[in-house]
Nanobody, 115 residues
């Protein structure tokens, strides 16, 4: 069992920055990778960024060069630094943790980018 707690969402103007945090607890030694998805109103949930236990990262094309995912293994926390935010980045951001047999999700944090 893994419990994920997200923080850091909010309202920001276009061009601004936010940093999301996701703290994991529980069976963290079984986690293979973590990351973030987002869901905009009326759209499907999409992968934003992921990071493996080895530190390899992947990003959606729409956020490359603007978002950076990182992890603090000592504190079992994953971060998503979001710069140059655009209106289309608005949505609920969900942290996830992949284990061998299932994926756990956080409760989601709202990010709203105004024009």
């Amino acid at each position: 069992q893994v419990h994920l707690v997200e923080s850091g969402g909010g309202l920001v103007q276009a061009g601004g920055s936010l940093r999301l945090s996701c703290a994991a607890s529980g069976s963290i030694f079984n986690i293979n990778g973590m990351g973030w998805y987002r869901q905009a109103p009326g759209k499907q949930r999409e992968l934003v960024a992921g990071i493996t236990t080895g530190g390899s990262t992947n990003y959606a094309d729409s956020v490359k060069g603007r978002f950076t995912i990182s992890r603090d293994n000592a504190n079992n926390t994953v971060y998503l630094q979001m710069n140059s935010l655009k209106v289309e980045d608005t949505g609920v951001y969900y942290c996830y943790a992949n284990l061998r047999l299932r994926t756990y999700w956080g409760q989601g944090t709202q990010v709203t980018v105004s024009s």
